[in-house]
């Protein structure tokens, strides 16, 4: 197995072969997965702990998945109303789960580089689930996983992310992880919320969805992301739909058997139509969920290694 870092802080910098090769496992549990069996002595001894500083649903709780499926014994730190509200720092805290020697630390944090600061602090290997508008590798790598078991590749496939790309670690992510592996990425939204500095990391730019979805192999659809806009980026939720919401119409531009992605949570009838969402043949959105949970293991496995007795 091809993964020499000790920690997953983010999908820029990692090899191709890195990459395959987490995909590769992670396709192997899907397998595990489906077929109703668990490998818990794998992790058995082993300690996760979940820390997220922002809400999360799927992303945490297929972690604690993940982990538990392969044994670790996992614990979801309460942030809320854990000590960092006493203003307790993030290196205290770093601190103190050494103290406790966790194997495996997964942080959600609202600022970028949050992960970062930590896995030079802690003993335990990190995994970034997101940090403020930077990166989100794990769901990056189940949405590539997602892809090449739909068209047997990445290479080569036309990739339209649309929506507030500029609030979203997770276009960030999967920008980096297509490029790499050889898949043209367009980005579309209005300018307000396409970053100016897209065009430089190698993907094209359309402003206008016909456009941009004309002849796409994926359409992958991203939430917009109030909660982190400063001032109105955008007019009311209805003009958006009309101009940037995905209904069957502006799909039927892109590719006739093209793939619909939302990583989720979805903002039904404000970037995505509630039909297009739930369509049972373009859709692929209830299958990422499925995917991040395999993908999730395939990560725990691969950074626990190194540490792992009997290995
Ligand atoms: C994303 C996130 O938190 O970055 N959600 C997720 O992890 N599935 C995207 C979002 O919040 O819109």
Do not use: W
């Not at 050494?98 to 003993?123: E, T, Y």
């Not at 992510?173 to 367009?186: C, D, E, K, P, T």
């Not at 402003?207 to 002849?215: I, Q, S, V, W």
Request: hydrophobic share 40%; with cysteine; proline share 4%.
């Amino acid at each position: 197995m091809h993964f020499p870092h000790r920690h997953l802080l983010q999908i820029e910098g990692l090899h191709p072969p890195e990459i395959s090769a987490l995909l590769d496992l992670a396709e192997s549990y899907v397998l595990l997965n489906r077929s109703g069996k668990t490998q818990r002595d794998l992790l058995r001894g082993r300690t996760l702990i979940n820390m997220f500083f922002e809400d999360s649903t799927r992303t945490r709780t297929s972690f604690e998945l993940a982990g538990k499926r392969l044994g670790a014994d996992v614990l979801n730190m309460a942030v809320s109303t854990s000590s960092v509200n006493k203003g307790e720092t993030l290196l205290d805290t770093a601190a103190t789960l050494n103290a406790m020697q966790c194997d495996l630390l997964v942080v959600r944090h609202d600022q970028s580089g949050a992960p970062h600061l930590l896995a030079q602090k802690v003993d335990a290997a990190v995994i970034n689930a997101g940090d403020g508008t930077h990166e989100h590798p794990t769901q990056a790598l189940l949405d590539a996983l997602t892809i090449r078991r739909r068209r047997g590749r990445l290479e080569g496939l036309v990739v339209a992310i649309c929506g507030d790309v500029l609030h979203s670690r997770v276009a960030r992510s999967n920008i980096h992880l297509l490029l790499a592996m050889g898949s043209r990425v367009r980005v579309v939204g209005p300018p307000t919320l396409i970053p100016a500095e897209a065009a430089a990391l190698g993907v094209e730019v359309f402003h206008d969805m016909r456009d941009g979805l004309k002849d796409a192999d994926i359409v992958m659809m991203l939430r917009l992301q109030q909660e982190r806009m400063r001032r109105g980026l955008v007019p009311s939720s209805r003009e958006y739909f009309r101009f940037y919401g995905l209904d069957f119409e502006k799909l039927s531009l892109a590719k006739p058997d093209a793939l619909v992605m939302h990583p989720g949570p979805m903002n039904r009838g404000v970037e995505i139509d509630s039909a297009v969402a739930d369509d049972p043949v373009r859709s692929v959105i209830k299958e990422q969920v499925e995917m991040g949970v395999a993908v999730r293991m395939a990560v725990l496995d691969t950074l626990s290694r190194k540490t792992r007795r009997n290995d």
